[in-house]
């Protein structure tokens, strides 16, 4: 982290000459790049943004624990440094934890994460061909009307040093599309489409239109699915979703607490059998993922780390402090979910002759953290019943994730969603569709 500037100097003299302080660290972010709006097809407006961040973190013992509080700076702060480190200070020896220790001096690896075309002034020629190609996809489909637009191209520079000796610097872009289309018909409806990347050729602005534009169109005669208990098969976009009590229970900060359901070397408590093996890793080296990182929020570097494999519990994902606590090595914060392909064609997993209803997106999938249990609505999805496909909106599908990963088939083909890596969609058995 340069010494350049004058804020972060002026903070880390104040952090070392504070003899009450036992540890700090101070993270800077750099944040700069171009936002395109568009109402309709036309522009609305076009604007380049750039700011920097400053987060100190200080560590002061209070008895037998460490007491931690953080301070942030924004540009124009600098004569606040010295007044924010002392309430920082004192906010930090009101309580504490277990004392742990900062990262070491350690290289930093080599990440992929940054788009040259998302970067300074090549930031406006990419976000302008963007968004020429949309309006160009979001009024080639009959029946449906472009809304808005939404476009970011940026970069950020994080830096970050400590006082046990590390410091680093990574950088990376990211590109985010907001699509808004309008469809008219029985039932007049909107569909909204959300996409990130960190690298524009991973972004397919034509892909992502045409699919939006399919779904604002067929929910104009949608229908709730009919009530039962029958296959659902669940796209690749809400998987990471479904499986968040896996990644909970496989962390080191619930192997701590004792409050994990998962054995390290023993098999998940999946209650059922039939299914494909399930295998599972968070890999913050994957290449262009949006939650790649050279290293995490305390200095851990990025890397990948099998978490289950053919359904046995394998490895626990471990933050420095726990990792301290647990006296194992720490692995990093999650980061982006890697699944191997499945064995089973995608059309396939829509067979049979019975209704299999196929979601496309849940209004909002939680499942329950501790036991797994969910039920949500369906905000757009398919029937599939002798042949054919009906659309479907409303109904909720309810089951639990441990239950149903037992029986779970997932497709052959794959897709890359920025944070998700894996089979572009999973079939459960035995779900419950409450419908009409």
């Known amino acids: 982290m340069s010494t350049r500037d004058p ?35 036309e522009p609305e407006s076009e604007r380049r943004t750039e700011g ?23 540009a124009g702060d600098g004569a606040a440094v010295a007044d924010k480190v002392e309430a920082a200070v004192f906010m930090a020896g009101l309580g504490g934890d277990q004392p742990w220790s900062l990262p070491a001096a350690s290289p930093v690896p080599a990440v992929a994460t940054f788009d040259p075309a998302l970067s300074g002034d090549r930031a406006r020629a990419t976000a302008r061909e963007l968004a020429a190609a949309w309006r160009t996809e979001a009024v080639a489909h009959a029946g449906v009307r472009p809304s808005s637009m939404e476009l970011f191209c940026g970069e950020d520079t994080v830096s970050l040093e400590n006082s046990a000796g590390f410091a680093g610097e990574w950088r990376g872009t990211r590109v985010s599309l907001l699509t808004l289309l309008l469809a008219d018909g029985e039932k007049p409806s909107e569909r909204y489409s959300w996409e990130e990347r960190r690298r524009v050729s991973d972004l397919d602005v034509r892909r992502i239109v045409a699919r939006a534009a399919e779904e604002a169109r067929d929910l104009t005669r949608a229908v709730v699915p009919p009530s039962g208990q029958y296959p659902v098969v669940i796209d690749a976009a809400e998987i990471a979703a479904l499986l968040n009590p896996i990644q909970v229970h496989s ?19 999946i ?35 099998e978490i289950v494999k053919d359904g046995v519990f394998t490895n626990a994902w471990v933050g420095k402090q726990q990792a301290d606590y647990l006296k194992v090595a720490a692995t990093g914060a999650f980061s982006n979910w890697e699944l191997p392909a499945g064995k089973t064609p995608l059309a396939d997993l829509t067979g049979g002759d019975g209704p299999v209803l196929y979601v496309r997106n849940f209004s909002w999938l939680t499942p329950d953290q501790a036991r797994g249990n969910f039920g949500s609505e369906v905000r757009v999805g398919y029937l599939y019943e002798k042949g054919a496909r009906k659309p479907i909106k409303g109904g909720t599908v309810s089951g639990n994730v441990f239950a149903a990963l037992g029986t779970a088939k997932w497709s052959k083909e794959t897709v890359f969603l920025g944070e998700y890596s894996g089979p572009a969609a999973v079939r459960l058995e035995g779900l419950t569709v409450a419908g009409g």
């Open 271 to 305: 209650e059922a059998k039939g299914g494909e093996p399930f295998s599972l890793a968070t890999n913050a080296a994957l290449p262009y993922g949006l939650q790649s990182y050279a290293f995490d929020g305390t200095g851990i570097g990025g890397r990948r780390v």
């Open 52 to 74: 920097v961040t400053t987060e100190a973190t200080v560590f002061v013992e209070n008895g037998d624990k460490l007491g931690r509080a953080g301070v942030t700076l924004f």
């Open 7 to 41: 804020q972060v100097a002026a903070l880390r003299a104040a952090l070392t000459g504070d003899k009450r302080i036992r540890g700090w660290q101070i993270q800077r972010v750099r944040r700069a790049g171009f936002q395109t709006y568009l109402v309709r097809t």
């Open 251 to 269: 962390s080191g900060d619930s192997l701590y607490q004792k409050s994990s359901r998962f054995e390290l070397g023993k098999p998940l408590p």
